[in-house]
């Protein structure tokens, strides 16, 4: 394993932090690291499940951003920086001038520090496939970051986005890719794209795919005549997101535990 993604949003910077440690103990040009801009640490807020988010996709705060992220990590250089939550369903309504902003202000000074070497490639993170290709359009990004977009269950960016980023060699990052636990453990208590998931994902997504895929699911009884998948859940799950041999994508994962890295 040798790309690792990281975020100020994550443990307010302590993630940055911790990962700028470990990478310390080891020579540069032996991993490759992503981290994102636009997305600050939640102000806390006992009213609110998480606190209530804070974003800056201004030219300033894209600067102050890269700064203090290349500070916590130790680096003097990010290798592929991203965009954090450009998407419809994080900004509502207010998502048309945060686009605008992203890509007037924000996008142009991560252009100018990629010309100077201080950052790598450049990206965005969404969770809409319209997003992700009107961006790929609209600036000349060198990967989309994807979280939960093309899974198992989720097969919408094959259609149009991916043979689009194949084309003009735009990479795409598949974050998670079990949207976020179901897929790794099918169990109706996981999480299913950072919630709970309803009585409709479980009959109609898992169930359309567990006739398309062939696999059993731990809840499931076959029929008599129904032959399982001889690999386990994660497994495919990891495998689905490959298997067209796109030459631009790979899956980004976030083990819990470190028994988990082997079997995937």
């Not at 290349?70 to 250089?77: S, V």
Request: some cysteine.
């Amino acid at each position: 394993m040798r790309y690792f993604d990281t975020a100020p949003l994550y443990l307010a910077g302590e993630s940055e932090r911790r990962l700028g440690a470990f990478l310390g103990r080891h020579k540069r040009s032996d991993y490759v690291v992503s981290s994102k801009v636009g997305r600050l640490p939640n102000i806390t807020n006992p009213n609110e499940f998480g606190g209530l988010r804070q974003f800056d996709y201004s030219a300033g705060g894209t600067r102050a951003s890269i700064e203090a992220s290349l500070e916590r990590l130790g680096l003097d250089r990010i290798d592929f920086v991203v965009i954090h939550d450009l998407d419809r369903k994080m900004h509502g309504i207010e998502f048309d001038a945060v686009y605008a902003q992203a890509m007037d202000e924000c996008f142009p000074v991560l252009d100018g520090l990629r010309t100077e070497g201080v950052i790598g490639s450049i990206g965005i993170s969404a969770a809409d496939t319209r997003v992700c290709l009107q961006a790929a359009r609209d600036a000349p990004l060198d990967a989309l970051m994807m979280a939960g977009s093309y899974t198992l269950l989720n097969h919408e960016p094959l259609t149009e986005l991916l043979p689009y980023c194949l084309e003009k060699g735009v990479s795409v990052v598949i974050a998670s890719p079990f949207n976020s636990g179901i897929l790794a453990t099918g169990s109706t208590d996981s999480m299913y794209d950072y919630g709970k998931p309803t009585a409709d994902i479980l009959s109609e997504y898992l169930n359309s795919w567990r006739s398309e895929a062939g696999m059993v699911l731990p809840w499931q009884r076959p029929p008599s005549n129904f032959r399982c998948f001889t690999r386990p859940l994660p497994q495919s799950s990891l495998a689905t997101v490959l298997q067209k041999n796109w030459t631009a994508t790979w899956p980004l994962c976030g083990p819990r535990f470190r028994r988990r890295f082997g079997p995937n």
